[in-house]
């Protein structure tokens, strides 16, 4: 028999926390059910704590202690900051449900490095609903509306989608419905769930058209959705290049097709910054935030109307955090944070705009610029030879009516220049 040959493995070494590294704050997830749902861990971590902080529901939830107690002030990321100056004093941080879940943790988790914070999490809001509804929770998105505009829904919006919705407030639900009726979703099971998994649950079942005859819930409420599109529903696909039609817009439009092409080149990528410049109805940036978890946005566009319009059709289509600047560049871009692409639709012939631009851009970063003018593509001719990427001639032809009879009818070329910064050298 062949000698089985002995498995090589390379031991772990595992380190604690260094002294001037430990373990001084402690953040705690509580639910509902209060002191009596929390586990003997965190009640320890509680009591060892010389500073307690919190909501004022958070800390009504603990009995007295020999702690001191501290309501959040506002804003709540300084707040967190300043707990820096308590150190080496044990802190204890009180949150809902899972802390890193849409809550403070995450705050935390930035401010302070990890050797210095532990994190214990209760069950969360969005757990208990799928427990509550047998709702598996692969199969569910959360979408937070605390601080948060409710327009945030509309991207989520298809048929069979399950959501749950962390609410602002006890007038939540009712607005959230009000949004599925517009929407054309009126049909949809909506379930409103009270103080999840305190002594006063309660669990509301209606369909969206009937949840407004209720004027109000508790505070401490969840929503859960199981969306139907109605026949007069409006649902926009993930997929880049929406109809020209899901836009309001002048004209000033990149249409449809160029619009698919130039996201393909732009390659959004999660949590990543385009700045979309002349950007008429937003359409590129817009389309930009919906291809990419946490993909964000900055719209320059000069023109008050158009950016108006940008402003409808970012809410309408579910990215209402959308950033507008209203002014001409390249003068209002020098106090922007650094993109990691962008996008120009207009205004090139404007002086220094793709200097700044250029300069601006992330290494490794993209720059896509579509152009329909001779003297535009004259300084994209000029750019390509100076910096290379690519250059792409984009002809759409459309059957339109010609008489009782259909012809092509051609829609003005765009040269697109597209092109990529070298990435950062090592060490610099």
Request: net charge negative; hydrophobic share 45%.
């Amino acid at each position: 028999m062949m000698q089985q040959r002995a498995r090589q493995t390379t031991p772990v070494a595992r380190t604690g926390p260094s002294p001037e590294n430990s373990v001084w704050l402690s953040v705690v997830g509580i639910g509902d059910d209060g002191w009596e749902g929390l586990s003997p861990a965190a009640r320890e971590a509680i009591h060892a704590a010389d500073l307690v902080v919190g909501g004022d529901r958070h800390l009504a939830l603990i009995p007295a202690g020999a702690y001191e107690t501290r309501a959040w002030t506002s804003p709540i990321r300084d707040a967190v900051a300043d707990l820096a100056s308590e150190k080496p004093r044990q802190v204890c941080i009180l949150a809902s449900g899972n802390p890193l879940l849409f809550g403070v943790g995450t705050l935390v988790a930035e401010a302070f490095p990890n050797g210095q914070v532990r994190i214990m999490p209760h069950l969360s809001a969005f757990s208990l609903t799928c427990a509550r509804l047998h709702w598996p929770e692969t199969e569910a998105k959360l979408i937070s509306l605390c601080g948060r505009a409710k327009e945030r829904l509309n991207a989520h919006l298809f048929d069979g989608a399950r959501l749950i919705v962390l609410s602002a407030d006890g007038k939540t639900p009712v607005e959230v419905a009000a949004l599925l009726c517009e929407r054309g979703f009126e049909q949809s099971t909506v379930h409103v769930l009270e103080h999840l998994g305190g002594a006063g649950e309660t669990v509301h079942r209606f369909d969206a058209a009937a949840l407004g005859n209720f004027a109000e819930f508790a505070d401490l409420n969840t929503i859960a959705i199981d969306c139907v599109a109605g026949a007069g529903a409006t649902v926009h696909p993930v997929v880049p290049g929406l109809a020209d039609e899901a836009y309001e817009h002048d004209g000033q439009i990149t249409k449809q097709e160029v619009r698919a092409i130039t996201l393909a080149r732009l390659a959004p990528c999660p949590g990543e910054l385009l700045w979309d410049i002349g950007a008429g109805s937003g359409s590129i940036a817009i389309e930009w935030m919906r291809s990419a978890e946490g993909a964000r946005a900055i719209a320059v566009e000069r023109m008050k109307e158009r950016a108006a319009r940008a402003r409808a059709n970012a809410n309408r289509l579910g990215v209402p955090d959308l950033r507008i600047i209203r002014g001409l560049a390249p003068d209002v871009l020098s106090d922007l944070p650094r993109p990691d692409a962008i996008f120009i639709g207009g205004g090139l012939a404007e002086d220094g705009l793709l200097d700044a631009c250029w300069q601006a851009l992330s290494p490794g970063g993209r720059l896509v610029a579509n152009v329909v003018t001779l003297e535009s593509e004259a300084i994209v001719l000029r750019a390509h030879a100076d910096l290379g990427g690519s250059l792409t001639r984009i002809s759409i032809d459309r059957a339109d009516p010609v008489g009782r009879m259909t012809g092509w009818r051609p829609a003005m070329p765009v040269t697109q220049w597209s092109v990529t910064k070298a990435p950062a050298k090592a060490g610099e």
